[in-house]
């Protein structure tokens, strides 16, 4: 348990306390000397990619029966006991496939569109808190946002994300006020790549809450993209933005942890001004029509601690696998740990001489 001292000032008086009965003494003495509180610690669990089925081209692929519930019952353990549960959803909550965006070809496009009621698998998961800025929030039109906005606000699940729609949204949990915003380099969403303005929006957001968490969805994909380059990553053409210089300019502006997904790979961790970024957390659940051979199959949960004011205390990383078409689990052979712990090194050496990730996936801070 950590402590701090809060010392209350009664002020100036033009009586002497030997004067007061003694329990107003008691009283005064309560205020005026140092009384040890404990000190709010904050857990943000976070997860990558979710992507539980789609309706598009074929309902056949989604899970048997179009039932969800089994997908994320072997990770609940590793999903709980957050204050926050973070998620990037990866498609639209909609039970309409009448506008999907064009394909030349439907074999080779990637269409993602959940059935609505999937949204009740992801709150049972414990899920409070996710992301919908991303390359395929506009898969089903106007129509798929608009109905992904209504069917999370009716599932009590709070999200950001979308231009117009929810840029940030903010939230109290157990006396601590949250601010969040969601980026991506896409169109519809709130812009990963104009950063003067995303520093604004998370400016505004530190006035306002204690904690402010930040979402990107940004980076190249695939398994030779596992590397924060610090410069500008395109993919198949488009800019996916500089990773690296924006989570280091929101954190300059006043955010505190920074949740980076998109490459659909794990990548390096970083802590900057004692504050966390994880770059990229992979594939978490994504049931079919993503690639999940090799490293594109594994993922890491984190379970970030910080203090009340946000500065990162510790974290845990829990290393998980899947196959296509099957839930995923928990990996016993900790290959998302090893990946952060090798990449970490390389792309990052100058983390060696502040942070320690340990071979029991406990990320701490060194000398303390």
Known sequence: MRYELRIKNAGASPFSILHFPFSIKLFLLFLLFPVCVAAQEVTVVAAGDIMLGTIYPSRNYLPAGEDCSGLLEPLKSALSGGDITFGNLEGVLTDNAATPKKCNDPSVCYT?????????CLA?????LLSVANNHVGDFGEQGRRSTVETLKKAGIHFAGLAGYCVTDTFTLKGVKYGFAAFAPNSGTVSLKDIPAAEKIVRELAAACRIVIVSFHGGA?????QHVTRQTEYFLGEDRGNVYKFAHRMIDAGADILLGHGPHVTRAVEVYRRRFIAYSMGNFCTFDR?????????????????????AFLHAEIISTCQEKRQPPKVDTQQRALKIIQQLTRQDFPEMAALITIGDNGIISMKNE
């Open 290 to 310: 993503i690639n999940v051979s090799g490293v594109s199959g594994v993922a890491p949960v984190f379970k970030i601690r910080t203090d009340s004011d946000g």
């Open 124 to 128: 049972d998961a414990g899920f409070n």
């Open 221 to 225: 994909e695939g398994g030779s993209r």
């Open 112 to 120: 993602f569109g959940m059935p609505a009621h999937f949204v009740n």
